[in-house]
């Protein structure tokens, strides 16, 4: 197979090319760039590699261009990059390398091209285009990539035990690739990732997390979890979510398995959403259900409490998996901790102090927090599905309802702690937060409206209560 009209099309390739041949260097347009464009996908990083100095050759090509051309050198790993407007371009020189047990770093000695393939991680990503003259366009593909591509599998090149043995992170690259591309993996490298699982724990927790995130942000994330819960590779790092799988009964008592249905979640919100946070509260809504399991002989099986210890998780999880401690965990915190709240107002008794607490309580991420809600959904009765969403919508509607009156998304009570101070000369104290907290209350519950005029008012009454004086 020839790839000359598509190289030609983009001057990158020619230049790169030309370059070349004038440093007597054979060099080749290599792994994920070629393999995205086998597969008709868009790709903005181009790896190089040349037999000889990556860098010489970078720092020739970043000087071949009228305008100035941003080149990064790493000489510790005898790389350069250089940055074309949409365009993240490496070169390398030609590499073996070998390992030791206890470490992902390798040793590298320069190589030939064929020695640079063979130590890739998969055949798909061991292809290379040669953009020299003589053989402009021309696929190299010495371990049956443009085979393994077209029958969707990924594979390694040489024998899967090594190479995961190596670098145990391509155990998590292999099921993100089939997980992005819908490929199966092959036998013999399946079965060498549930050999080596264990091996994943040499690798950082941030390098997982890497991986983990671009799983979950696929189109339909449970197949990628799937094969991590089937491999033991999310034992090893994530044993809370594994917690969830199975089912106990109790004569004809039994309860859903929790894993399943966090996965059929995580699909449900990914049809909507390419939010990672809002994917993460579908992964972590129920985490709490092992710990809050109960078997009660008139109900069943219960977990009273889980949304509020589960929320109570979530910063734990987070710090362990080097996921953010900022707003985006507490953001995922909140959305765990509320979102059982919303089917409880839909009873058509439901008062609007309890729609209003929930706006309060949920502020801006309301929507999120029913988007949720209706990914939670997952019955195979198509009419009990349908009943819930049209419930949820009823929701909804008390939700814009109380909002278009009340105001009460993230309000801030109309009269400040500040001018509770001024008006009874009070310094900072409990007093003032107890007088703020009764008028947001009295808000809340439906007292008084969301304005100033009526908060003061309740805030004299309140404080002539408690024997202060203007």
């Known amino acids: 197979m020839n790839f000359k009209e598509h190289l030609e099309s983009l001057d990158i390739f020619k230049r790169v090319g030309k370059i070349a041949d004038e440093m007597g260097f054979e060099t080749y347009v290599v792994g994920g760039y070629v393999r995205d464009l086998v597969l008709g996908r868009p790709c903005k990083d181009i790896d190089f590699v040349c037999v000889g100095s990556g860098i010489s050759l970078a720092q020739k090509v970043a000087e071949s261009y009228d305008k100035h051309v941003p080149l990064s050198v790493f000489k510790n790993f005898g790389t350069a990059n250089i940055r074309l407007e949409d365009w993240e371009v490496e070169?390398?020189?030609?590499?073996?390398?070998?390992?030791?047990?206890?470490?992902?770093?390798?040793?590298?000695?320069d190589g030939?091209?064929?020695?640079?393939?063979?130590?890739?991680?998969?055949?798909?990503?061991?292809?290379?285009?040669?953009?020299?003259?003589?053989n402009f366009g021309e696929l190299m593909d010495p371990y049956g990539g443009m085979e393994d591509i077209k029958r969707k599998i990924i594979k390694t090149p040489t024998d899967p035990i090594i190479t995961f043995s190596d670098d145990p992170l391509r155990m998590m690259r292999a099921i993100r690739f089939a997980a992005q591309l819908h490929f199966d993996i092959e036998?013999?490298?399946?079965?060498?990732?549930?050999?080596?699982?264990?091996?994943?724990?040499?690798?950082?927790?941030?390098?997982?997390?890497?991986?983990?995130?671009?799983?979950?942000?696929?189109?339909?994330?449970?197949?990628?979890?799937?094969?991590?819960?089937?491999?033991?590779?999310?034992e090893q790092f994530f044993p809370e979510m594994v917690a969830l799988q199975g089912v106990d009964s109790v004569g004809d008592k039994s309860h859903k398995d929790n894993f399943y249905h966090t996965l059929q979640v995580l699909d449900n919100i990914s049809r909507s959403t390419e939010d990672l946070w809002l994917r993460w509260a579908a992964i972590l809504h129920?985490?709490?259900?092992?710990?809050?399991?109960?078997?009660?002989?008139?109900?069943?099986?219960?977990?009273?409490?889980?949304e509020d210890k589960g929320a109570r998780m979530v910063p734990g999880i987070f710090r362990r998996l080097k996921l953010p401690m900022d707003e985006r965990m507490k953001y995922v915190q909140k959305l765990v901790r509320l979102h059982l709240r919303p089917i409880a107002l839909v009873s058509d008794k439901v008062t609007d102090s309890a729609v209003r607490r929930l706006l309060f309580d949920a502020g801006d991420?309301?929507?999120?927090?029913?988007?949720?809600?209706?990914a939670d959904i997952t019955s195979k009765n198509n009419n009990k599905v349908q009943r819930f969403l049209a419930n949820f919508d009823k929701v909804e509607t008390k939700l814009i309802e109380v909002e278009e009156k009340d105001q009460v998304r993230n309000f801030q009570p109309p009269v400040s702690?500040?001018?509770?101070?001024?008006?009874?000369?009070?310094?900072?104290?409990?007093?003032?937060?107890?007088?703020?907290?009764?008028?947001?209350?009295?808000?809340?519950d439906g007292q008084i409206k969301n304005n100033k005029a009526e908060a003061l008012d309740l805030l004299y009454k309140l404080a002539d209560q408690k024997g202060l004086n203007k």
């Open 417 to 444: 702690g500040e001018e509770i101070m001024e008006i009874f000369k009070l310094k900072p104290s409990k007093m003032v937060g107890e007088l703020k907290e009764e008028i947001k209350e009295a808000i809340l």
């Open 112 to 134: 030939t091209l064929q020695e640079d393939l063979e130590r890739r991680d998969f055949t798909i990503n061991s292809m290379a285009v040669s953009v020299n003259a003589h």
């Open 91 to 109: 070169f390398v020189g030609a590499r073996k390398e070998s390992y030791r047990h206890d470490s992902r770093k390798p040793i590298v000695e």
């Open 365 to 374: 991420d309301v929507n999120d927090l029913m988007t949720l809600c209706r």
């Open 286 to 306: 129920d985490i709490a259900k092992p710990a809050t399991k109960r078997f009660h002989p008139k109900v069943g099986w219960t977990f009273h409490g889980h």
């Open 187 to 234: 036998p013999d490298t399946f079965l060498a990732i549930v050999h080596d699982a264990h091996r994943i724990q040499i690798v950082s927790a941030e390098r997982i997390m890497d991986e983990l995130n671009k799983i979950i942000m696929t189109s339909k994330p449970s197949y990628g979890f799937k094969l991590l819960f089937v491999s033991k590779l999310l």
